[in-house]
Nanobody, 120 residues
Framework: QVQLAESGGDLVQSGGSLRLSCAVSGSDFTFNAMNWYRQAPGKERELVATITSDGTTTYARSVKDRFTISRDNARNTMYLQMNSLKPDDTAVYYC??????????????WGQGTLVTVSS
């Protein structure tokens, strides 16, 4: 079974930086896209950043120029570098991966989330 595990969430001061990691375990699959989502208390889950199989990246307007999504295919790991953090960035951040198994089955997997808290 393919599993995702986020790490790196922490309490940080406004203006600080954090680097989130998402480790993917399993085998016999390829990535179609990997995404970071976040959900703040009382808010709907929103898409923060996406990286596609060809390396194309997209960002939500609220994080553009502050966050950077990247991946290391050899290690099956995705990262989200977050700079100039704001209190509005406070949320649980979730790793998401759209994958295709070698058998031809398309799957979407989610991690359990990691909490980022940005103080004023």
């Amino acid at each position: 079974q393919v599993q995702l595990a986020e790490s790196g969430g922490d309490l940080v001061q406004s203006g600080g930086s954090l680097r989130l990691s998402c480790a993917v375990s399993g085998s016999d699959f390829t990535f179609n896209a990997m995404n970071w989502y976040r959900q703040a208390p009382g808010k709907e889950r929103e898409l923060v950043a996406t990286i596609t199989s060809d390396g194309t990246t997209t960002y939500a307007r609220s994080v553009k120029d502050r966050f950077t999504i990247s991946r290391d295919n050899a290690r099956n790991t995705m990262y989200l570098q977050m700079n100039s953090l704001k209190p509005d960035d406070t949320a649980v951040y979730y790793c998401n991966a759209a994958i295709t198994m070698y058998a031809g089955v398309n799957l979407e997997e989610w991690g359990q989330g990691t909490l980022v808290t940005v103080s004023s």
